[in-house]
């Protein structure tokens, strides 16, 4: 079993009116096995908490640990992270001109294994992973991302990770602008991944909609840079009722936020 | 060599330059300099009058008017402002268009098969100017100045087995010319290498006959010493039936300006232009072909790839289609694509496409100048790739697919290490 943890993190990004703070002290703890929902309004810092984790150095830590397994995640480069088995299905999956799918992911499976997958196997996985998520053969030609619409976009997040096999999946916002079919398609691919009982979830979303398909045993409730409230799966219906308006921000989130984080520690 | 910084840190970085995504930025990117001088037609634009044949022609905006000549005295001096020269830098052209070019040109060395004919000859031999007029002053000056040819004939039905290998050695940084015909007979097969290496200045006119029915691949590879200036003229005609394939491949050289041309004579002809450039820091590489849809039912397709990388990389592409009113039934294609790697580095690409007649099967033409970013950088990291695979497998994969054209087992091999060691020099 595997733990990734976060403890009391502090980002904050550089920008032309200088320096900002997003995350305000974020704690949370995620075992294999386990699904863990953050859910939250628009720009409290969800994306910032899923790329902080990956690596992306726009987002500076100025202070917090993240660690995996007792390793320092945070002295990590993005592509160490990622073979120690952390995984970002990304909010805006990025277009690589030049580059095909298919070289693509057997490079990426070649860096993350330390080895060249056996060329048929492979093969055979990688078209037995698309037709599952109903991603057409002929993806395989084309380039990264490149021209694939937004839905597309989604899937192919998630067939890198049913084919990469992370430890750890952060899924950002997997769900939004996913149709229905392609909804269910994409939560079994996550399901899928997870049955294995070798990974563990973060699962970042708006709406409690994909948690039908997704079972999350944790909720936790992010506003303003801070984890605001925690629970169960039930805590996501009650979000669907209440909305967001009631957790005050400033203050008394930062007070709850402390108190969860002391709580956890 | 480079000054671009490689480290994590720089990865997502806030950019001076906006950020696109992939190729999304369509269209043409004129020259701040000198675009207010350019008046280059835009696709569809019709042509009102041309003149073709040698002497003098008339300088209007389209391509069919342009002055041809085999006299440099008929050439006006340079003065940058030019259409065909706003993007050169004519101070590195190292008096290719002022000096006498009777520097020591670069040594010709074919290696050919028993059925080819190769052959050294002088100014009057017949088959100079049987397939080229000189189109710019740097052109007809290198044809005022050579003093003996290379003739290579593929004879008439012979299909040679293997490539013709033309290996050209600079000599030095005297301004020289250099003058090579490449016959290809009736109904024959062949394929011929250029193989340009070593340090010159040097103004260079390649002529090259496809008669009819026979079918030619020409492979001009520059890989020059860091320090060759080379400008390259390399006019095609073609027969009726003829197939003509041409791959320009430019990595070596300060300044490198190859200007190749297919003209059709006679229906049922096709011909596929193929290009691969690499900038570096500092590097001027600049391709400006022209494709003479004179006859009917002839076909062409043109795709040329470049990679920059390093301050003042610098790649011109300017793609010439014009379909004359004669032309019916004409099918033609251009693309152009760049990746540009690195900030401070400059792509400038030109479709131009003139049609006198509608009466065509097809006609087309895109351009296209994205960025290897950073995010692109973070995308493929995040997959676990490490930084450097990350970048070679981008430009790999991008350029490969004019690599693949050359199927050439050797070439493509040395030119895929070409690449890669291109990719390295980003380390230094
Ligand atoms: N690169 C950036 N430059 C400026 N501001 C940024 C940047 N990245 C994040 N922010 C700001 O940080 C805050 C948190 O953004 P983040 O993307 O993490 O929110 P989010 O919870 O993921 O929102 P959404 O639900 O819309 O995806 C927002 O106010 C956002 O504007
Ligand atoms: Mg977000």
Known sequence: MSTLEIKDLHVSIDTEQGTKEILKGVSLTIRTGETHAIMGPNGSGKSTLASTIAGHPRYNVTSGTITLDGEDVLAMSVDERARAGLFLAMQYPVEVPGVSMTNFLRTAKTAIDGEAPKLRTWTKDVKAAMAQLRIDADFTQRNVNEGFSGGEKKRVEILQLELFKPKFAILDETDSGLDVDALKVVSEGVNRAHAEGKMGTLLITHYTRILRYIKPEFVHVFVDGQVVEEGGPELADRLEEEGYDRYATGAGAATIAAASAAAQA | ?428
């Open chain 2, 1 to 428: 060599m480079t000054d671009i910084t490689t480290e994590k840190a720089r990865i997502g970085a806030p950019s001076a330059q906006p950020f696109i995504n992939g190729f999304t930025e369509e269209g043409e990117s004129l020259s701040p300099v000198n675009a207010a001088a350019s008046k280059a037609p835009l696709a569809g634009e019709a042509v009102k009058r041309h003149s073709h044949g040698g002497g003098v022609g008339i300088p209007d905006s389209s391509r069919a008017g342009r002055l041809t000549s085999y006299k440099l005295a008929d050439f006006k001096p340079l003065t940058g402002m030019e259409e065909d020269w706003r993007f050169t830098p004519l101070k590195r052209l190292r008096g290719l268009h002022t000096e006498v070019l009777n520097g020591a040109a670069p040594s010709v060395s074919v290696t050919a098969p028993d059925s080819v004919t190769v052959e050294t000859v002088g100014r009057d031999d017949r088959r100079i100017g049987s397939a080229a007029i000189p189109e710019d002053r740097v052109s007809a000056n290198a044809w005022e100045n050579f003093t003996e040819a290379t003739v290579i004939t593929v004879p008439a039905e012979v299909q040679v087995d293997g490539e013709v290998s033309v290996l050209l050695t600079g000599q030095g940084t005297e301004a020289s010319a250099l003058h090579v015909v490449i016959v290809a007979e009736k109904f024959s097969k062949a394929v011929v290498v250029l193989d340009h290496q070593g340090t010159a200045v040097v103004s260079e006119n390649i002529e090259i006959l496809v008669e009819d029915g026979a079918q030619l691949t020409v492979i001009s590879l520059q890989e020059w010493n860091d320090d060759a200036v080379h400008a390259s003229s390399q006019q095609a005609k073609l027969g009726r039936d003829a197939k003509f394939k041409h791959i320009v491949v430019s990595l070596g050289g300060d300044l490198v300006r190859v200007t190749p041309s297919a003209r059709f004579t006679a229906p049922g002809a096709e011909v596929e232009l193929f290009g691969l450039y690499f900038a570096d820091a500092g590097q001027h590489l600049e391709q400006r072909l022209f494709v003479d849809h004179a006859v009917a039912n002839c076909k062409s397709n043109v795709l040329y790839k470049g990679a920059l990388q390093g301050r003042n990389a610098h790649t011109v592409w300017v793609g010439d289609v014009l379909i004359r009113k004669e032309a019916e039934g004409t099918d033609t294609y251009e693309a152009n694509r760049n990746l540009v790697l690195t900030d401070g580095a400059r792509a400038d690409s030109v479709p131009n496409l003139e049609i006198e007649t509608g009466l065509i099967a097809g006609a087309g033409h895109a351009s296209a100048t994205g960025r290897f970013d950073d995010q692109h950088l973070f995308y493929l990291m995040a997959r676990g790739i490490p930084e450097e695979v990350a970048r070679r497998l981008v430009v790999r994969g991008f350029l490969n697919e004019i690599i693949q054209q050359i199927k050439v087992p050797a070439i493509e091999d040395r030119l895929t290490a070409a690449v890669e060691r291109e990719l390295a020099a980003t380390n230094h």
